[in-house]
């Protein structure tokens, strides 16, 4: 069982907790101004809504709402338990399903699931 289960649900963590925390478990990810924050560069506008509806739909089925900044080529996912005004286990848990999901590869999997083609009509996201 993780160390990290020793912390309560809505029980914030310090910033330490999270620079540590982040560091075994997000490296993408880091923490700035009571966020923990992600960028996901994409290859288009394309790429882009697929991030933010993945996003989306993430974070409505865990009943956990991002703050996100949307561009052409990129978008900037941020998570802070609103309610707890802090970082908490549910952020981390939300980050590493976004983190599962959007960065999924099927192509890299043993499957029949091919994924998207090296073709830069089809490129979607910036791994």
Not at 11 to 36: D, S, V
Request: with cysteine; hydrophobic share 35%.
């Amino acid at each position: 069982m993780s160390k990290w289960r020793e912390i309560k649900p809505e029980q914030t963590y310090t910033e330490e907790q999270i620079n540590q925390r982040l560091a075994e478990e997000l490296p993408e990810w880091f923490y700035e101004n009571g966020w923990i924050r992600r960028k996901y560069k994409t290859h288009s506008w394309k790429g882009t809504l697929m991030v933010v509806n993945t996003i989306g739909h993430l974070a409505e089925v865990a009943w956990h709402h991002p703050d996100l900044t949307v561009s052409y080529a990129f978008v900037i996912c941020k998570l802070m338990n609103h309610a707890a005004k802090g970082v908490t286990n549910k952020d981390f848990e939300l980050a590493k399903k976004i983190e599962e999901v959007v960065l999924w590869q099927p192509g890299k999997e043993d499957n029949d699931l091919e994924g998207t083609p090296k073709d830069q009509r089809f490129a979607y996201l910036q791994y």
